[in-house]
């Protein structure tokens, strides 16, 4: 099974200066800021889900069973060095200089884990840090957690709440972003029709690059199945997600009915965009 790496599936959200409304009116165009902010606030949540699933992958590789046939295989260069060391309870993923992986994501420095015991049992507690790390050219740092909460055999579905604090996202040329955030995720079990499915709910908060404040919230599960990645389509087939940036603008990004595509509607004061995501 292929690995799922949120950090791909996110970065589809570059809505750039093309979104533009379907009147040919200026005024009836997305001003360049804000589709900054829509791609900033897509990066920077994409940066810390790579470190979840890395994590996860990482600690299953050491041994840490999940008691399922799910297996998460990493997405890591040969010359990446992941150590275990049991006793401390620590394992560190080593990037080095840096290095792009097969799936096409770059990245340098270390992640750093710690968990509260040698298995992926509920009740199990992560803790990420980084020292140095780097993904795409993004500088992260922060404090993540990731707690299991549990395999719901009903749903068929391992449950994870996911906090983060203390975030900060650096560009290369020296900007910025601070979030702080509470996440709960539902893993399930793959199928033959789609594979696996992730769903994602929750919000965070933070202030953009230009210093304005920010909240992100999911009103609707963001939904991903391996069917669409393994093809090489990161858009999420299903959710919504609502942008309130300085307090007064607010855009709503829907990704559709669970279609395997690239598409998304962006919604701001009552006019709705149809887009692309290539």
Not at 63 to 85: A, W
């Amino acid at each position: 099974m292929k690995a799922y790496h949120p950090i791909s599936r996110l970065s589809v959200w570059v809505l750039g200066a093309l979104f533009a409304f379907s009147c040919t009116e200026t005024e009836d165009q997305l001003p360049m800021e804000d589709a900054a902010v829509l791609q900033e606030n897509a990066e920077v949540e994409a940066a810390y889900e790579d470190a979840d699933m890395l994590t996860l992958s990482a600690m299953q590789s050491n041994g840490f069973s999940f008691r399922s046939q799910l297996d998460l295989r990493n997405d890591l260069c040969n010359t990446t060095k992941v150590d275990f060391y049991p006793n401390n309870r620590a394992i560190v993923i080593n990037f080095g200089e840096g290095c792009t992986s097969p799936k096409g994501v770059n990245r340098k420095g270390k992640i750093m884990i710690y968990f509260s015991a040698l298995s992926l049992e509920s009740g199990t507690e992560v803790l990420i840090t980084f020292d140095g790390y780097e993904v795409n050219g993004l500088k992260i740092e922060g404090r993540r957690k990731i707690i299991n909460r549990g395999f719901n055999a009903e749903g068929k579905y391992f449950l994870f709440e996911t906090l983060i604090a203390a975030g900060k996202v650096t560009w290369p040329d020296g900007t910025f972003a601070t979030l702080e955030g509470e996440f709960e995720k539902k893993l399930y079990l793959p199928n033959d029709e789609r594979g696996f499915k992730v769903e994602v709910s929750g919000g965070a908060g933070g202030k953009t690059r230009l210093g304005v404040g920010f909240i992100s919230i999911i009103e609707k599960p963001l939904t991903y199945f391996q069917s669409c990645t393994d093809k090489g389509n990161w858009t999420p087939s299903l959710g919504m997600v609502v942008l309130t940036v300085g307090g007064e603008l607010s855009y709503t990004l829907d990704f559709g009915n669970g279609d395997c595509d690239k598409k998304a509607t962006v919604t701001k004061d009552g006019k709705t965009l149809n887009i692309n995501l290539d």
